[in-house]
């Protein structure tokens, strides 16, 4: 590493990473297509039975890598300071260039957000989808299987809200960010005006 240069991200938080986006690409694709019984989309995956099973597996990838993110994400994302609150009341600085924006650790309050919404979401999706895919018979069972529906759409539309806006904010709302999920590192000037807390923290 450069002395200009600090480590963001490790080489495995960047393959879960993508894991996890191309997973969630293939759900929201494959998702779509049953919901609004899309020949053509179907077709590309070998039919609507072929896709279902692809869907359920893809199910599979995206909540194992959403799991491994807990070990490094979540504990940072539930410690919210005063710093964290100024900043949402704020709204990072982005509704205003004059906006006195207060230091951050290693993600600011928006990224903590970001991703309970995206952890609950994917915890909701991904028990509601195993329901849906065994999908018990019982009469008693079929109302959890009702539920599961209803539950596995509304935390879709979640996601499908959450992740293009952070997909926007990650690249052309802030140049430079998206290199931490290529490269793992970021320059040491532009990590000292967006985490600075987390850069003094680090020692740099």
Do not use: C
Not at 55 to 77: D, K, Q
Not at 89 to 103: D, I, N, R
Not at 155 to 162: N, R
């Amino acid at each position: 590493m450069s002395n200009d240069m600090v480590k963001k991200a490790s080489s495995f938080e960047i393959l879960n990473h993508w894991v996890l986006a191309v997973s969630f690409f293939v759900l929201t694709i494959s998702g779509y297509a049953f919901l609004f019984h899309l020949e053509q989309v179907g077709s590309v995956f070998g039919g609507f039975n072929q896709m279902k099973v692809i869907h359920n597996w893809a199910g599979v990838v995206f909540g194992v890598s959403l799991f491994f993110t807990i070990f490094h994400y979540l504990p940072v994302s539930l410690k919210f300071t005063a710093d964290d609150f100024a900043w949402i009341g704020k709204a990072g600085g982005y509704l205003s260039k004059k906006a006195a924006v207060p230091p951050q650790d290693e993600l600011n309050a928006g990224q903590k957000l970001y991703y309970l919404v995206v952890l609950i979401s994917g915890i909701v999706i991904s028990a509601s989808g195993i329901v849906i895919w065994l999908r018990p018979m019982a009469a008693d069972i079929n109302r959890w299987v009702l539920i599961s529906h209803l539950l596995h759409n509304i935390s879709f539309d979640l996601m499908v809200i959450a992740i293009p806006a952070h997909m926007y904010l990650a690249t052309l709302a802030n140049p430079g960010t998206f290199r931490i999920m290529v490269y793992g590192t970021v320059p040491l000037a532009w990590a000292k005006k967006r985490h600075a807390k987390w850069v003094q923290r680090m020692g740099f």
